[in-house]
């Protein structure tokens, strides 16, 4: 039964397909099926135990170096290098668990979104029973507020509506109906004879036979899919791995010939040993997990405040390399309020302004203003707004409706005309009604008013022009032509055409006749258009996505025609194609894959189909972020690079399987998000070229020292002494930089590219070998002066020059002075800091005794000042002829 259509069937064919009768299953018949079929509820799979899921963080290869460095400390005595450095490991290694388990809650959310029970016909009889013992065949009974239990085929459908938001994405609610739907293949948004496990009845009652439980129904594929979905590793990680390989492997060779060459000169194997292990951890950035991480918490704090909630500290960084985001429309591109922006009445256009539930706005005919007690406009609105079960209300958050949102925007429509809704329902009480019905496709209620009893109808335009035999215009009823239908029918496919839903208006006056005969001899008024209209901020945030070489593209499950026009006006659809669920699905993978760069608009699709464009995108190795709310949208948020989920009207599911999370539902907090990715990858790119420039100047200075036949310039402890403590602080404060001019006016990242390029490089030997040359230079100079004074030199003079160094690394082409010396309030706390740890060794006795030092006079200190800041100097030099240099290219 798993590839049946269900929808194409009669109900009797139903019935016999699922081997049933309308009085459903026999309690003996139910239990065989159940252990044929299995519970309906949805599976989970195995889960990777919590320690091999914690072993899992220690498998990169830096930790991997560290932990061997730290366990060689132990082994050789010296403890507190070997506690700092696990401290560092076990921090990042906790950090990265906690999110791998978190990640696993998906799927428990999907299985609680699965309804408790189930109200069902078994021998004839209703009966309640767990959700979880229903089968296919059985016959269920559906209510207003019921959540649906598992998929099925309707068999009665009275005045019945569903929300299926949570599934498809759809933001109107579904009317339902029991005929059969003809088509190859419809949509499951479209299926209007289904319901589906885990939504819901939202209005009137219903009847239908189960054709599928558990794994089978469209829920269960989502969970399927979910388990199918493997998290590709992020730019940063990748990129981060890479060097850390590079790195590591350069300093096991280098501290190996270099031990070498000591033990040939006459060191002892011991001494060697123990300075090559303190090598290694000089040359390897071991501060790096640790100063990475508080850098992602710190982007991830701030973040907060933009209306953004990180899950997973990388997707922090993975914006900052994001090319593609395919954007949900409803309540992300738009308001999520549906808004009445023409009327049509008196052979008259007006347009209406004002946006959302807030009423406030003009009328205006050909851009000039219209008064709002035009009597046309007063007749038409009111009709609305009597013919109406929804209400208006201000609360503190802002103004709500509370109802169904098309009737809500009547209202708001009226309250703009100047209408008081409570005085107008108070004049005119309603005596009866005819309810909306899906076949009806209408609503009428009936009203004592100062003219007597008068019926107001609402509905579909065809519907309610087929019950007038008068029309409302230049101030008197008059029998409607055809030529009048037709010019109305011409003015809503005009109306239409910009993806207005459109409700035609008309009304009756009514002289002792019966219920039966209301809806005939109406007389016509008018029609409405409305609109989720877009929000007004996105259509800005969508040009600076443009400018930072960003594609915005729409996918959504609502109708091509709307999606369209809200694509048009946003600034997302220019020149590109528009595709919808059926027309991808006819695709081959390669025709997809030719064309996928040209679809700037995804309408009415599903689940499979937003994963087919995750799978496009990443073969042609663009970074994509996804957004989404609905147990639809998880997969394909849990496989995209970046999975954005709505906070507001994002459920469970999708927020578990999503990187982060927008508290406030808008695109714009996406553009926000992205610059703070992208900023916080330059920082991570500054810091990492700080530390490494500093690593490579030491070290250059260590190489040259014992190749040229000198002492060993630092003790082993001093080495690890630097490199753990003394880098931290400074670095983390490179990690706090704002954003810098123009960073959202760049391309994206290539995510194939090194987190080091080639300017980093070109800094890091460069500087490296500036740094080397001073150091060294002092060193030489003091040994007239003995060993352990020319090695305190070395000590002071290289812990200032990194120091210096910190305030170059601030940026790559901006001079300090344009920076400004106190933009980044951090670095110089950080800087005073590091004096004083190192004024602290040089005079306090017995952290003189430990780090093998002499204290300092005003000469020393001067000199070493003035060799370190050359540092400086030199860097803001070199800025300033490179900034010449791109004026006179530019």
Known sequence: MEDMQWYKLTIKETLNSVGTTEYGLSDEEAESRLTKFGPNQIEEEERTPAWLLLLEQFKSFLIILLIIAAGISIVIGEHIEAIAIMVIVILAGVLGFIQGYRAEKALEALKKMAALGATVVRDGKEKEIPA?????????SLRVGDKIPADGRLLEAINMKTDEAPLTGESQTVDKTTQVLPGHEVPVGDRKNMVFMGTNVTYGRGKAVIVATGMETEFGKIARMLQEVKEPKTPLQISIDRAAKWIGTLAIIVSAVIGLVGIFRGYSFLEMFIWVVALVVAIVPEALPAVMTITLALGVRRMVKRNVLIRKLQAVETLGSTSIICSDKTGTLTEDQMTVRKIWVNKRFIEVDGVGYKPTGNFFIEGKLLDSQDIYLKKLLTIGALCNDSQLHNTPEGWTIRGDPTEGALLVAAAKAG??????????????????????????T???????????????????????????????????????????????HQMATGALRVLGMSYRVLNGHSLKEVESDMVFVGMVGMIDPPR???KEAIEVCKGAGIKPIMITGDHKLTAEAIAKELGILKSGLILTGTELGALTDGEFERIVEKVEVYARVSPNHKLRVIDAFTKKARVVAMTGDGVNDAPALKKAAIGIAMGITGTDVSKEASDMILTDDNFVSIIRAVEEGRTIFANIRKFLTYLLTCNMGAVLAYVVAMLGGL???????QILFINLIMDGPLAITLGLELPEPGIMKQPPRNPKAN?????????????????????????????????????TMFFVTLIMLRTFNAFNCRSATSSLF???LLTNRWLIPAFLLTMFVMFSILYVPFLQKIFEVVPLNLKDWSMAFLASVTVLIVVEITKFLQEMRRKQNA
């Open 536 to 538: 007004k901020e996105a």
């Open 419 to 444: 209408i008081n809704l409570e005085e107008i329902v108070s004049h005119n009480p309603r005596k009866e009604e005819i309810p909306f019905s899906s076949e009806r496709k209408r609503m009428t």
């Open 711 to 717: 002492p060993l310039p630092l003790t082993a402890l």
């Open 446 to 492: 009936i009203h004592s008013t100062h003219n007597g009893i008068v019926a107001n109808s609402k509905g579909a335009l065809e519907v309610i022009l087929d019950t007038c035999s008068y029309i409302y215009q230049d101030g008197a009823e008059r029998e409607i032509t055809h030529q009048d239908k037709e010019n109305v029918l011409r003015c809503a």
């Open 132 to 140: 979880e013992d229903l089968v296919p065949g059985d016959i269920i």
């Open 818 to 820: 344009k920076l400004g």
């Open 755 to 791: 987190i080091l390029n080639r300017h980093s490089l070109f800094y890091i030997f460069g500087v490296g070998f500036w740094i080397c040359a001073v150091v060294l230079g002092v060193f030489i100079w003091a040994m007239g002066e003995g060993k352990e004074y020319a090695m």
